[in-house]
Every structure is written in structure tokens, then in C-alpha cells.
């Protein structure tokens, strides 16, 4: 899970990279042609089907809608705002998720974890600070790329279980294709990137997929609630590289907050796994 997230954090960075050099809509259309190819050949050369009528369901559907909302709005975000604030605000996807399990998949959540989701959504305010001198409308992409990102796994929950990780890897990528040459028909077309930029997405995409193979990895072989916590270490690796590589400086308020934020992920987690055990 560490390795996942690490890579994660290395893919947004390339991806900021990128999107330097190119439109984020082409970003997005490489990427996904990229990420579609290599899940494609992972599926041929297991015998599965590129394309089953499971993907055409419901659920798919609105998995598909928030997949590509959430990559969007974040690439959006990690291309216009400091890399460090929006890989803080992303770690609020957990509690996004959490609050949405119990809305809408009937999942009980008492008190506490009511009371700690909210105090980790003061901790996103405290990163976008609406209203102060410090409010960068554009971090508000970020926000939209956590909504978008939770609603991914909550309809993952309830995908249909014939499906497999690489299948499911095709339905994500393939569909930031036409949202990006959408963005790209409204933002004048796509340009010839220099070879840094192109190299910067090449590298992004593949430790992303490495990520995503890492990720999956950990949930199959691991208990979910011993190796889920280590999900908030991609705070630390995009701080990181924002601050080494990108020279960004966060300020405290966004240590503060992400700092909020990280705590009540960890403690909604301790009290998910203490109610398992006494169940």
C-alpha cells in the first residue's frame, strides 16, 4: 500500500509536468489511450473479454461518470494549484467515502464517525480558507476531484462481480478519452509537447498503473483495516515531492489542516476496525 501510494504521489507529479507543456484535455485523452492499452493487454492475455455486457450496467455507468469527473477535476487541480495542497485535500476521499456508504448503500455509521467526518471536512476548509486572504478558487477543483474519486469507489462497491480489476481498469481509462477531446474541442486543440513533456506523461502513466497494480495487490493479500491507513502515506510523498522537486512551500494553515484531515481518517479507520472486532 505504501508502494501504491508512492507511485500515486510519483504520477501526479508527472502529471503536473505534463499538463506544463500540453493542454490538460490532451493529458487526458494520452492517458487514457495509455492506461486503456496496457489493461487491455492485461485482460487478452488472461482470456478475459475487452468488453462484457456488465460494463453497460448501472452501476458501471455511474462509476464511469464519477471516474471521469474525479480525473478531471484533479488533474485540473494539480495542474493550476500547488501540488502539495491538492494531494492534502485528496486525503478527505476516505471520509467522502465513509459519509456516502452510509447516504446511500444503507452502511451504519454512528456517532463518532459522523462527528470525525465533519472535523475532517473543517480540515479541507482550512486548506481553502473561502472567505480569506489565502482563498485560491482553483483549490476548489480539488474538492470536486475527492467527490468525484469517492463516488468512483462507492459505485466499485456494488460493480458487478463478474468483472475483473483489469476490466474495469479498461472502463476507467477508456472514458477520460472523450471527456479530454471534449476539453480540447472547447480549449483550441491539441499541441505537438516537447519531448519533456511527453516523457513526463509516459513516466506519469506508468507509475500510475504500477500504482494501481500495487494497490490491488495490498487489498487482495492484506486485512483491509491493517493496510488501509497506510493510504494517508501519499500525503506525505506529494508534500514531499511538491516541496523537493517543485519548490512548493505549503504554509501552516495547510499543515494544519491537513493535519485535521489525517486524523480523522485514522480515526474513523481505529473505530471501523474495533466495531469488526466486536462484531
Same mark, same amino acid.
Given at each position: 500500500m505504501t508502494a501504491a501510494m508512492a507511485g500515486f504521489a510519483l504520477e501526479d507529479m508527472f502529471?503536473?509536468?505534463?499538463?506544463?507543456?500540453?493542454?490538460?484535455?490532451?493529458?487526458?485523452?494520452?492517458?487514457?489511450?495509455l492506461g486503456t492499452g496496457v489493461f487491455s493487454v492485461l485482460a487478452w492475455r488472461r482470456g478475459e473479454a475487452l468488453f462484457h455486457p456488465a460494463m453497460l450496467s448501472r452501476a458501471m455507468l455511474l462509476r464511469a461518470g464519477f471516474e471521469s469527473g474525479g480525473r478531471l477535476f484533479y488533474?485540473?487541480?494539480?495542474a493550476l494549484t500547488p501540488?502539495?495542497?491538492a494531494s492534502a485535500i485528496m486525503q478527505a476521499t476516505p471520509l467522502v467515502v465513509v459519509a456516502g456508504a452510509a447516504l446511500f448503500l444503507g452502511e451504519r455509521v454512528g456517532w463518532r464517525r459522523w462527528l470525525a467526518i465533519w472535523v475532517g471536512f473543517a480540515g479541507v476548509l482550512m486548506i481553502l480558507r473561502p472567505g480569506m486572504a489565502g482563498f485560491d478558487a482553483a483549490s476548489g477543483l480539488a474538492v470536486l476531484g475527492t467527490l468525484g474519486f469517492a463516488g468512483r469507489d462507492l459505485a466499485t462497491r456494488v460493480?458487478?462481480?463478474?468483472?475483473?480489476?483489469?476490466q474495469l481498469g479498461i472502463c476507467g481509462f477508456s472514458v477520460l478519452v472523450p471527456v479530454g477531446l471534449i476539453l480540447l474541442a472547447g480549449? *483550441? @486543440? #491539441?499541441? =505537438?509537447?516537447?519531448?519533456? *513533456? @511527453? #516523457?513526463? =506523461?509516459?513516466l506519469g502513466a506508468a507509475f500510475g498503473l504500477a500504482a494501481y497494480a500495487a494497490l490491488t495487490q495490498a487489498m487482495r493479500l492484506g486485512?483491509?483495516?491493517?493496510?488501509t491507513p497506510f493510504r494517508y502515506t501519499r500525503l506525505l510523498f506529494g508534500?514531499?515531492?511538491?516541496?523537493?522537486?517543485?519548490?512548493?512551500r505549503p504554509?501552516?494553515?495547510t499543515w494544519a489542516g491537513a493535519a485535521v484531515i489525517l486524523l480523522s481518517g485514522l480515526y474513523i479507520m481505529a473505530r471501523q476496525r474495533r466495531r469488526i472486532s466486536e462484531a
Amino acid at each position: 500500500m505504501t508502494a501504491a501510494m508512492a507511485g500515486f504521489a510519483l504520477e501526479d507529479m508527472f502529471v503536473k509536468t505534463a499538463a506544463g507543456h500540453m493542454p490538460v484535455g490532451q493529458v487526458l485523452v494520452l492517458f487514457g489511450l495509455l492506461g486503456t492499452g496496457v489493461f487491455s493487454v492485461l485482460a487478452w492475455r488472461r482470456g478475459e473479454a475487452l468488453f462484457h455486457p456488465a460494463m453497460l450496467s448501472r452501476a458501471m455507468l455511474l462509476r464511469a461518470g464519477f471516474e471521469s469527473g474525479g480525473r478531471l477535476f484533479y488533474t485540473l487541480a494539480i495542474a493550476l494549484t500547488p501540488l502539495s495542497n491538492a494531494s492534502a485535500i485528496m486525503q478527505a476521499t476516505p471520509l467522502v467515502v465513509v459519509a456516502g456508504a452510509a447516504l446511500f448503500l444503507g452502511e451504519r455509521v454512528g456517532w463518532r464517525r459522523w462527528l470525525a467526518i465533519w472535523v475532517g471536512f473543517a480540515g479541507v476548509l482550512m486548506i481553502l480558507r473561502p472567505g480569506m486572504a489565502g482563498f485560491d478558487a482553483a483549490s476548489g477543483l480539488a474538492v470536486l476531484g475527492t467527490l468525484g474519486f469517492a463516488g468512483r469507489d462507492l459505485a466499485t462497491r456494488v460493480a458487478p462481480r463478474v468483472l475483473s480489476n483489469a476490466q474495469l481498469g479498461i472502463c476507467g481509462f477508456s472514458v477520460l478519452v472523450p471527456v479530454g477531446l471534449i476539453l480540447l474541442a472547447g480549449s *483550441g @486543440g #491539441a499541441t =505537438l509537447p516537447p519531448p519533456e *513533456g @511527453g #516523457a513526463a =506523461l509516459v513516466l506519469g502513466a506508468a507509475f500510475g498503473l504500477a500504482a494501481y497494480a500495487a494497490l490491488t495487490q495490498a487489498m487482495r493479500l492484506g486485512e483491509v483495516s491493517v493496510v488501509t491507513p497506510f493510504r494517508y502515506t501519499r500525503l506525505l510523498f506529494g508534500v514531499g515531492l511538491g516541496m523537493i522537486v517543485l519548490g512548493e512551500r505549503p504554509d501552516a494553515m495547510t499543515w494544519a489542516g491537513a493535519a485535521v484531515i489525517l486524523l480523522s481518517g485514522l480515526y474513523i479507520m481505529a473505530r471501523q476496525r474495533r466495531r469488526i472486532s466486536e462484531a
